[in-house]
């Protein structure tokens, strides 16, 4: 019944910075891990980041440790996906998603989440 949807994507040049959102709805019940995936054309859907909602820890996979940062307002039920220094390659779909359980690790798969945001387009130019 959680309803995920993603704000925030668009086109910027190499260098640049775009802050994604995910606002959660009709959650009824206890969410224990929210992620960013991104899926580029041809290629397999990736991790990009994990955070625990108990306990606001992040895990981020090597490309991005050190230009992404997640936060959350648990007031507003919204996670977001602070983007700097982007790169040609970060190029994707991203998508917003959300486990009741875990794992919720940067190794997580896409098949351990439960929710789905529709995907918001990041498009990186050089």
């Known amino acids: 019944q959680v309803q995920l949807m993603e704000f925030g994507g668009g086109s910027v040049q190499a260098g640049g910075s775009l802050r994604l959102s995910c606002a959660a709805s009709?959650?009824?019940?206890?969410?224990?891990?929210m992620g960013w995936f991104r899926q580029a054309p041809g290629k397999e859907r990736e991790v990009v980041a994990t955070?625990?909602?108990?306990?606001?820890?992040?895990d981020y996979t090597d490309s991005v440790k050190d230009r992404f940062t997640l936060s959350q307002d648990n007031a507003k039920n919204t996670l977001y996906l602070q983007m700097n220094n982007l790169k040609p390659e970060d190029t994707a779909m991203y998508y917003c998603?959300?486990?009741?359980?875990?794992?919720?690790?940067?190794?997580?798969?896409?098949?351990?989440?439960?929710?789905w945001g529709q995907g918001t387009q990041v498009t990186v130019s050089s």
């Open positions: 009709r959650v009824t019940y206890s969410i224990y891990c």
């Open positions: 998603a959300a486990a009741l359980r875990g794992p919720c690790r940067r190794w997580s798969n896409y098949r351990d989440f439960d929710f």
């Open positions: 955070i625990t909602i108990p306990y606001g820890r992040g």
